[in-house]
């Protein structure tokens, strides 16, 4: 099976990818509900949680991990590579590569959480793949909770979202990478906001990109993954709204089971 873990419910932008670009394979989702947000937590406390993670997904037959949740790549994922022995995969990288390759101007917006934007990671990857591009970051701690109020239409959100994104405007970037799970909902809008010369970059539409690459390559590996449409979805606390957004964001009835790992 295909593992994809996050913080909530928000890596279901990740499920949605894996569904529409590798179909055949069965996935088993873990959710962080009880314990999300982790936009706004410590480093060593988001790597306990993506190591809980990863191993709930394991014992559960997992034979690929997706780090679906862009904080717990940016502080985490180094970890897991170290301490599990499977192929694992984070959404920092696809998304810069992604970036880099089709800037023309050299000027790259990211927006993600407060923990993922402190952390530079983006910045740093995409100067070491080329230092003359410049990298503005802007971290929109608010996004997450009115996309999960699923709000996406609201006046306030858009308000929000031009609050947030006009300092990158004006900083004339040609590309923005949507640094977080719960970022592809309000695609439209962020489009709208940043006009359509600016090219958006979404990470769960890369890291399928890449993970599809990697089995292609792989065969034998390819070859362990479970086929079938017998998905599992856990979450840490499951709720009537967790339910209900869930449903939505997936575009067709998801049933959430309780997952125990403590
Ligand atoms: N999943 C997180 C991310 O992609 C967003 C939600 C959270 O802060 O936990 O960064």
């Known amino acids: 099976m295909i593992g994809i873990f996050d913080s909530g419910i928000g890596g279901l932008t990740a499920v949605k990818e894996v569904l529409k670009q590798l179909p055949e394979y069965q996935i088993i989702y873990f959710g962080d509900t009880a314990r999300t947000p982790y936009g706004n937590k410590s480093s060593e406390t988001i790597k306990k949680y993506a190591f809980q993670d990863t191993d709930f997904l394991i014992k559960?037959?997992?034979?690929?991990?997706?780090?679906?949740?862009?904080?717990?790549?940016?502080?985490?994922?180094?970890?897991?590579?170290?301490?599990?022995?499977?192929?694992?995969?984070?959404?920092?990288?696809?998304?810069?590569?992604?970036?880099?390759?089709?800037?023309?101007?050299?000027?790259?917006?990211?927006?993600?959480?407060?923990?993922?934007?402190?952390?530079?990671?983006?910045?740093?990857?995409?100067?070491?793949?080329?230092?003359?591009?410049?990298?503005?970051?802007?971290?929109?701690p608010l996004l997450v909770p009115l996309i999960e109020e699923n709000w996406p239409k609201k006046p306030e959100m858009k308000m929000i979202v031009k609050k947030y994104l006009y300092p990158l405007k004006l900083k004339q970037i040609d590309t923005l990478i949507l640094g977080c799970t719960h970022y592809p909902i309000i695609k439209d809008l962020i489009q709208i906001k940043m006009g359509q010369r600016v090219k958006l970059v979404d990470s769960a539409?890369?890291?399928?990109?890449?993970?599809?690459?990697?089995?292609?390559?792989?065969?034998?590996?390819?070859?362990?993954?479970a086929k079938g449409s017998q998905h599992q979805f856990f979450l840490s606390d499951i709720t009537a709204k967790a339910q209900e957004v869930g449903s939505k964001w997936l575009e067709s009835k998801v049933k959430f089971q309780l997952a125990n790992f403590e």
């Open 205 to 225: 539409e890369e890291i399928v990109i890449k993970v599809k690459k990697f089995l292609e390559e792989n065969k034998e590996m390819e070859k362990e993954l």
């Open 60 to 140: 559960k037959g997992a034979k690929l991990i997706i780090v679906a949740c862009n904080t717990a790549s940016a502080l985490g994922f180094q970890d897991l590579k170290d301490k599990f022995n499977l192929p694992i995969f984070e959404v920092i990288t696809p998304a810069v590569e992604k970036a880099v390759l089709i800037s023309k101007n050299k000027r790259i917006g990211v927006i993600g959480t407060r923990t993922t934007i402190e952390s530079g990671i983006y910045q740093n990857l995409i100067k070491k793949i080329d230092s003359k591009i410049e990298v503005f970051s802007q971290a929109c």
